[in-house]
């Protein structure tokens, strides 16, 4: 199933993200901005959820990332449900609506990492995910990707409770630590993913 949820995607077009990636380098107030906007405008969850994972990889540089939403809390069996795990922050794809019904990547609450971040609503920076009780390699073996550094942080609605999970993978070069800066960066943009996530959620 983890294999089966990859998606092939078409083309995202290539001078948006190069606009922002100009912007990162030269003006990062108006490059927050920017990206702030472009996921508040987006109604559609399948579309929101892979803008929110190339921002994330562009702001922190991070190789990938994936998004984990919560789902089965109105019935008291909570899980993390991602349809897109794997997203390269090399590749400018948008999803399509042919990727609605594809295979689902499903996290237990409270297990490995993202169900632990879920669960305690802390933040998790890890230099080396390997060296990590709490990770869990299952992705890593089928998909023959290693995955090193990992920074895993919660996304809450306006009521504060938890309703998703962002990582970001392999901080580049060479999968180097993230940094306290990569950290408060996302906690600054994630409230702003969750009242987007929020609002699609109601469509």
């Known amino acids: 199933a983890l294999l089966e949820s990859r998606v092939s995607l078409p083309q995202y077009p ?3 993200l190069d606009y922002k ?3 990162k380098e030269h003006n990062e107030r108006q490059f927050f901005l920017e ?3 472009d996921i508040s405008n987006d ?3 399948t579309s929101l959820s892979y803008k929110i994972l190339i921002f994330v990889c562009l702001m922190v540089e991070a190789d990938r990332s994936s998004l984990f939403l919560v789902e089965g809390a109105a019935a008291g069996k ?3 449900v991602s349809k897109f795990f794997d997203v390269h922050a090399g590749t400018p794809l948008l999803p399509c609506c042919s990727t609605e019904n594809s295979n689902e990547v499903q996290v237990p609450w409270g297990k490995g990492i993202i169900g632990y971040v879920a ?3 802390e933040t998790v920076n890890i ?3 390997y060296q990590d009780r709490r990770f869990n390699d299952e992705i890593d073996k089928l998909t023959g990707y290693k995955t090193k550094s990992l920074l895993c942080m919660p996304i809450r609605n306006n009521d504060g409770e938890i309703i998703g999970v962002a990582q970001a993978i392999n901080k580049t070069p060479g999968g180097a630590p993230f940094t306290d800066d990569d950290e408060k960066v996302m906690q600054m943009y994630l409230p702003f993913c969750g009242i987007a996530i929020s609002n ?3 469509f």
């Open 127 to 129: 230099p080396d995910a």
């Open 14 to 16: 290539p001078t948006a």
């Open 200 to 202: 699609a959620q109601l």
């Open 119 to 121: 669960e305690h609503g």
């Open 43 to 45: 109604l559609d969850l």
């Open 78 to 80: 909570k899980s993390l």
């Open 21 to 23: 990636r100009y912007l």
């Open 35 to 37: 990206l702030v906007k």
